[in-house]
């Protein structure tokens, strides 16, 4: 087993759902895991993990940046948390998904989908990754609120599309 | 304690419901929800929405091929990061022989490339190297310990029959250095026996060999990308300690290592 073998699958996720391309995530997985190995005098020593997926998500975000056909890809200017701009939800009774499993993961990977990167990428590290708001801040180099306020709209603006893509 | 107000509780709530509050911060999300049935509601809302991320998503499995792809291509750096072959200098000196500056500067390089080649590597600093290298590489793949134990009576007779010397196995919890296991190791290609010890989430390996007449040695102290190296001699063995602790952290390590020894 080499080193960098049991990352390979966060480090895939992360790209995968980042890039939402299989060949650009490739690129960047492949990449970035060279990178690690001629930095290797660099790491710490304590979360190889999270130093793996910052060196993913950098790369991640070069492409991003390069491929951007519009700016609505890629909005960084998320950082400041507006208490008064959390998105009301709309109050449907009942707001609970009528709808078939398979269709159900569908429309779930359609809104994540949509989703501004940073709240996207915010997601799949706590919730597929089970990564800590400290692991989160280190790998997307933001401080811990930034995180709790990008996971707070990230699950709000998710149930808000959810909601328009159900109830049309 | 300040009472919350809506917009703050919504944004408290993903602390919350991520274990991520301390706990008079889970308290006072408590006692608003306690008081706001549109914050509960949202509260709910949130719940199932991270539930259903969670169970929904697809996770990526990556493809078996791109491993292989990695792996060719470390490989190849690998032996790549050796020094410049003499052949690829040679080459570069009549590639830029142009005119006469180039050619005085390309002469000089040549010249140095050929010192450098010329000299040797010393043996001890390719032991060096090749310590931080397995140390480092041993916390990223964490897979650092083949057995987990704190009790060197587990850990000792795990390496009979792996090697052919008996390691010394002291835990040096009391010292402040608790012992968590040991693994099979590889240095100058001889199998090694390595301890891992723990200080304050710093991770201490020691690495022991037998001592051999064209082994390498190591002075006492050595500081090495960054790491620093402990070493010494005993009973015909070799002990090298690394960690990326100080100089006096690490020879305090070695000093309870000795000591349980001489105790025994």
Redesign the interface.
């Given at each position: 087993?080499?080193?960098?073998?049991?990352h390979?699958?966060a480090?895939?996720?992360l790209a995968?759902?980042l890039l939402r391309d299989d060949a650009a995530a490739?690129d960047a997985?492949?990449e970035s895991?060279?990178r690690a190995?001629?930095a290797?005098?660099q790491?710490?020593?304590?979360n190889?993990?999270a130093w793996?997926l910052t060196i993913v998500r950098n790369r991640c975000y070069s492409w991003l940046k390069q491929n951007a056909t519009d700016s609505s890809a890629l909005r960084l200017d998320d950082d400041l948390?507006d208490?008064?701009a959390?998105p009301e939800?709309a109050?449907h009774a009942s707001?609970?998904?009528q709808l078939a499993q398979a269709e159900?993961?569908e429309l779930?990977?359609k809104a994540?989908a949509e989703l501004p990167a940073t709240f996207r990428e915010a997601?799949?590290l706590?919730?597929?990754e089970d990564l800590?708001?400290k692991e989160i801040a280190t790998i997307t180099q933001v401080p811990i609120g930034t995180v709790?306020?990008r996971?707070?709209r990230g699950?709000?603006l998710?149930?808000t599309s959810?909601q328009r893509l159900t109830l049309p | 304690m300040t009472e919350l107000d809506c917009?703050?509780c919504?944004?408290?709530?993903?602390?919350y419901l991520?274990n991520?509050l301390d706990a008079g911060a889970a308290l006072a999300v408590h006692r608003h929800l306690n008081g706001c049935q549109a914050c509960q509601?949202?509260c709910i809302?949130?719940r199932?929405?991270?539930q259903?991320?969670?169970d929904?998503?697809?996770?990526?499995?990556?493809?078996r091929q791109?491993?292989n792809?990695?792996?060719a291509?470390?490989k190849q750096?690998?032996a790549a990061t050796g020094r410049p072959s003499f052949a690829a200098l040679f080459g570069q000196l009549f590639a830029y022989r142009t005119n006469a500056v180039t050619t005085f500067a390309s002469l000089a390089a040549l010249v140095i490339a050929i010192v450098i080649i010329a000299l040797p590597r010393s043996h001890d600093d390719q032991l060096g190297d090749e310590i931080?290298?397995e140390?480092?590489?041993s916390?990223?793949?964490?897979?650092n310990i083949d057995v987990v134990s704190s009790d060197r009576h587990t850990v000792k007779p795990w390496f009979s029959g792996k090697l052919d010397f008996a390691p010394p196995v002291y835990d040096l919890k009391e010292q402040g250095f608790p012992l968590l296991g040991g693994r099979l190791d590889y240095l100058q290609a001889q199998p090694a026996a390595a301890l891992v010890y723990e200080q304050n989430?710093?991770?201490i390996d020691l690495f022991i060999q037998p001592v051999t007449a064209s082994g390498s040695k190591l002075p006492p102290n050595l500081k090495l990308?960054?790491y620093q190296l402990v070493s010494w001699q005993q009973d015909g063995l070799q002990f090298i300690a690394i960690a990326?602790m100080d100089k006096e952290g690490l020879t305090a390590f070695s000093a309870a290592f000795r000591s349980a020894a001489a105790g025994q």
């Open positions: 087993m080499h080193w960098f073998e049991p390979m699958d480090a895939w996720n995968r759902w490739e997985v492949q895991f060279v190995f001629t290797l005098d790491f710490d020593g304590h190889a993990k793996l948390f208490t008064d959390l939800l109050d707001p609970e998904l159900t993961r779930l990977h994540l997601l799949i706590k919730e597929l800590s708001y709790m306020s996971l707070a699950r709000t998710l149930k959810l | 917009p703050h919504r944004l408290e709530i993903h602390g991520d991520e509601d949202y809302n949130m199932r929405t991270k259903l991320v969670r929904g998503v697809q996770q990526h499995q990556a493809p791109l491993r792809d990695i792996l291509q470390i750096r690998e931080v290298s140390h480092v590489r916390l990223l793949a964490q897979r989430k710093h991770i990308r960054g990326d």
